[in-house]
């Protein structure tokens, strides 16, 4: 069996290792266009911010490691053409530009081209000091660019944004975030948690703007600010956090069909065309509460659909459940997470909700370093749970892995205010700020019903 | 209404708010033997070693607070006597010998006496500079005796003499720990897992004997020594957290059944006497994978139990469910946790079982501070999940509540395994240690198919 995978990132990588897992003797090729491969993109705010010491430590295999598992690893190369009833790609090396094309045959292709940054058309956007930021080389032009700059606007407060504003705050310089919604981290979080994120980043120094889209970046050469409606922000440099375009001109050309927001697969992440097969930000996911379709970025993502493709690939039969798009990050000391439907999201797909509320401690109260912790459960009219936030200085991504679960299994509030969680007091509350908040959504709902 | 509540315990106090929460005119009387209400037991160790300031801080409530709410509690008085046909009790002040017994009528009793500790009958027991360890009075004595002290045994290794034996040997103490079973916390984890604490306290300087009951104390009026089998080991002070027995007594002379081990209790927390109710470390629950009676001696337990057991006083339809024994602890900075049966109570009760280990990081690998994780997951042979141990340096406590969670949902490792957990470079791995430890039970038990 022969195996030709495009793209070297997580998707990409982890299909290869797992189709090895299973098959001694596939044939497995990597390519991708990328110089580094197996980095962990997530980790690029945190060079910038200093908690990681260099862009070399978020790089965690080298080709030659993969080469020992007898995967060869192609950087450098740019796939050209799919040709699907020759079951064949062209490529060719990027840095050999004189060279002829090359050609690989493979028995199936899996296609983890991933997603590339979308900018929006603003008027300056091509100045110097514009920087979009996708992998490793573009997080090192950025570190280099700020240690000569003074103020950095960040374009979008999405996760990345925020993420990325926040390294540059940590690296010295003036820093204003702007989003064209009225809130940040708008997909995740409802406004009243994304205000509590907004109130640590001020507090830290950093200038938010909200419902204010960018009219244009101003400059001659370079950034020299950035212009909205009604103000001047001046900058030096302009990252451009807008979003990620899943690539899927790859999987077009091998006559793969499109779903509404990319690649379509089935549940064995198997394209509309048998043999091909995709993962990663490239292909679009089913919504497990509302069971529409949508997008699933996320590293974590990526590497569990990339399992279940090698194992169909190798014959084991495997399955891609739909998504919750369980999240968390960090930034600063402030951890915050969320998974399911925000509440806004849910009254966007017609789904009626209320929500519980807590804010507690990580700890027993008296105890030295306990944490303010606050956590949002969303419910449904039914009492189902259909998503949680939580924001804390430590111990939030874990919760969210219970509240993933509580979501998966169908657990309605009152079910999760009895259930049993443990309690030591240098590290819980003896009843847990879940607990709480699942205690209001359901006192909520009982006030709920009395009215109706 | 009229209530009477026995122990100023979590059990005793939250069944008080909790009726107060429901009913603003019900009449409620807390009478405790202890000086002290409101306090956590379970921080005593963490005031020994330092980490929490004083025992003042640990005392959450006074009883004044309590009258705030209108709740009248009766600190350092004994109840004599309970006359279950007339509904009322006798009770004396302790600190007022000479004054007549009073007395105090119920509509309904609650029964949150605890448990006292059981002192197993070794010559020398009687010795000064033997403590038992319950109350903070115990704490306290326990403290003031360490400071001149420089050898201490700890006789029992369960998780609260593993904790005390920490909090000796933080305050410079020479601490022997014993346990007549041949692992330290014997109860909630199996030996590997138990060895990985065994090494950490070891190599932080405490002596650990295994599978060597105590002979006898040695001493004229003070503790000199201890006497094993085999050895003889110095000490001026001698801990017994060799166990806590329910205190039953009040119970038994209301006419109160008991089980097989303590008070017996319906799922809404009442007695074999109807207007009797019973929470916390005197009554007995059922383990919610054997079946069997058992005992649930934990502080969230006893918060559960009370809010059941306040519901059903005013007349809110509420059910304590069997339980699984979520527990959590921490010993300097390592943090352990379990929920379910171990491997070996698991045998003890008949079924057999297969183990899924991982040890993994508790962030990306390159990310500064990244903590060692072990993780243990228990299935029976229809891969249903029966109980997890989980040790890491932090981020422990609500991965048992995850997998609390999914023991009381049912979840097989397989369905484990491609949960959606969440993933951030500075807070988790893209592949949750759960998550591997699952993947290992699928695969054992997969081979295991293939055997037989």
Redesign the interface.
């Known amino acids: 069996m022969n195996v030709v995978i495009i793209g070297g990132g ?1 998707g990409g990588l982890t299909t290869a290792s797992n189709i090895r897992k299973y098959d001694e003797n596939a044939e497995i090729t990597v390519i991708t266009r990328d110089k580094h491969i197996a980095y ?1 993109p ?2 690029i705010p ?1 060079v910038l911010c200093g ?3 260099c862009f070399d ?2 790089i ?1 295999h080298q080709p030659e490691d993969y080469l020992e598992r007898d995967i060869k690893v192609i950087t450098r190369a740019e796939v050209l053409e799919v040709i699907k009833n020759e079951n064949k790609i062209h490529y060719r090396l990027i840095d050999h530009e004189n060279e002829p094309q090359r050609e690989f045959n493979y028995d199936y292709l899996v296609i983890a081209t991933g997603g590339a940054p979308f900018i929006p058309p603003v008027e300056g956007s091509d100045l110097e000091g514009v920087f979009k930021i996708r992998t490793i080389e573009d997080g090192i032009k950025i570190k280099e660019y700020a240690q000569k700059s003074q103020d950095a606007v960040v374009i979008g407060a999405g996760l990345i944004g925020l993420e990325i504003a926040y390294g540059l705050l940590n690296m010295g310089l003036n820093v204003t975030i702007t989003e064209m919604l009225p809130q940040i981290v708008p997909k995740s979080l409802d406004p009243d948690m994304a205000s509590i994120i907004q109130e640590y980043i001020e507090k830290k120094g950093m200038n938010v703007i909200l419902g204010n889209p960018i009219e244009k970046i101003i400059g001659e050469t370079h950034v020299e600010g950035v212009l909205f409606d009604d103000k001047e922000i001046k900058a030096d440099m302009v990252i451009m956090a807008t979003g990620v375009r899943p690539e899927t001109k790859l999987a077009e050309m091998a006559g793969c069909k499109l779903g509404r927001w990319a690649i379509r697969v089935n549940e064995k992440m198997q394209t509309s065309v048998p043999n091909i097969y995709a993962v990663g930000d490239c292909v679009e996911v089913y919504d497990a509460i509302t069971g529409h379709s949508t997008q699933s970025p ?4 990526a ?2 659909q990339a399992k279940v493709a090698a194992k169909n690939i190798v014959g084991i039969q495997s399955k891609f ?1 739909p ?8 930034v600063g000391d402030l ?1 915050f ?1 969320a ?1 399911g439907l925000t509440s806004i999201s849910a009254l966007q797909n017609g789904i009626d909700v209320i929500s519980g509320k807590s804010r507690a401690l990580t700890k ?5 370093g306990a944490k303010r912790i606050d956590v949002k459960i969303i419910c449904d009219l039914k009492e189902k749970i259909i998503g949680c936030q939580i924001i804390a200085e430590e ?8 509240m ?3 979501i ?2 169908d ?1 309605t509030c009152s079910e999760l205010s ?11 509350m ?3 700020p ?1 607990i709480l908040a699942a205690e209001d959504a359901c006192e909520k709902l009982k006030r709920l019903k009395k009215i109706n």
């Open positions: 997580a962990s997530c980790a945190y908690e990681v010491n430590d978020i965690m996320l590293g974590s993502t590497v569990r459940k998504v919750l798009n369980s999240m968390v990050s960090k951890e997470g998974v027993a109260r008296y105890y030295p111990r939030v991504a874990e919760r969210i892995d219970t993933s679960l509580a998966a299994k657990i009895i259930m049993e969680f443990s309690y030591a007091p240098p590290v819980s003896v009843i847990d879940i």
